[in-house]
């Protein structure tokens, strides 16, 4: 709708988890460094959790992405599985042909297999599971079996863990300690901040094929960070319908104006002014009526 306007050759601020528009913060950043670390020592769990929008997605994508060919990855975005069908979907991941009725003992016999075959052949095997806040007890009990398959040297199965603060609480559980301890590395992701929001805002525009002096001014990326709370999601949902408010009204710059209406039309975003601004506010009209009270008593 407004790619010709600001000629742009895609659109910027797609809520798709696009590797393309990786943003080199530094919380994403580092979260991808410990998981490249973690991986390389080749033990046990790792752990990568964040409020909803902060990205995890797109660092599990863009892990995928950076890994060799001497690793094998099983992806399973949706992991609300019990312990039978999340063996299922890691057979399959692997690439083994079963019959759907196939029984359990036999199911563990042709992934052990498999592991077994792909270690043999230099291969690292990672398993990584999006939403995992989403993952049954049972199936996370499934899960730290699973890594108990080992050769002498290693394991065969490594396992990474994309989820809200909700998995934090889940493992914090005494129930959870055995799965706890076998948490190797674990990283938090942060929202953006201010400045950091403005680069990240930049960024994904040029991606898109901007080459234009800044759309968004100084006050609008301040209405913008303070409004999405630097969560990248509400950033990149804001950014959208800012850009199409100011298309719809003739304007080449997204002002402060135009986040404020973005904001009235999103849920989850800060829209009122801040507490500060209110506080400030109400003082100023108290001591104005203060005033006004004593100037009608003294007669002035």
């Known amino acids: 709708m407004y790619l010709q306007h600001y000629s742009l050759s895609e659109p910027p601020f797609t809520l798709t988890p696009d590797t393309d528009f990786f943003f080199n913060y530094h919380s994403h950043q580092e979260a991808l460094n410990v998981l490249l670390v973690a991986l ?106 699973l890594t108990n398959l080992e050769t002498e040297k290693r394991k065969l199965l490594q396992v990474v863990l994309f989820g809200q603060p909700e998995l934090d609480v889940r493992l914090a559980q005494c129930k959870m300690r055995q799965l706890k301890q076998r948490i190797v590395f674990s990283y938090q992701l942060t929202p953006l901040n201010r400045r950091a929001l403005g680069e990240y805002v930049q960024h994904r525009l040029r991606v898109a094929g901007y080459r234009g002096p800044a759309l968004f001014n100084a006050r609008a990326i301040r209405q913008l960070h303070r409004s999405s709370r630097g969560i990248p999601r509400l950033v990149n949902l804001l950014c959208h319908k800012s850009l199409m408010a100011a298309y719809g009204s003739g304007s080449l710059e997204i002002r402060r104006t135009h986040i404020q209406r973005a904001a009235r039309d999103t849920e989850d975003v800060l829209h009122r002014r801040p507490r500060w601004l209110t506080i400030v506010t109400g003082l100023a009209g108290l001591i104005a009526l203060t005033s006004a009270g004593l100037l009608y008593a003294y007669g002035l």
């Open 40 to 145: 390389q020592g080749g033990e046990g769990f790792i752990k990568v959790s964040g409020e909803v929008g902060t990205g995890k997605t797109l660092i599990c994508r863009q892990l995928m992405k950076l890994l060799d060919e001497n690793t094998v990855t099983a992806y399973i975005p949706n992991p609300f599985l019990n312990p039978t069908a999340l063996r299922m979907a890691l057979a399959e991941e692997l690439g083994i042909e079963f019959a759907r009725n196939i029984g359990q003992h036999r199911l563990l016999k042709l992934i052990t297999g498999r592991l077994l075959e792909l270690n043999s052949n230099g291969k690292q095997i990672v398993l990584l599971l999006d939403e995992a806040q989403a993952i049954p007890d049972d199936s996370l009990e499934a899960l730290r079996l």
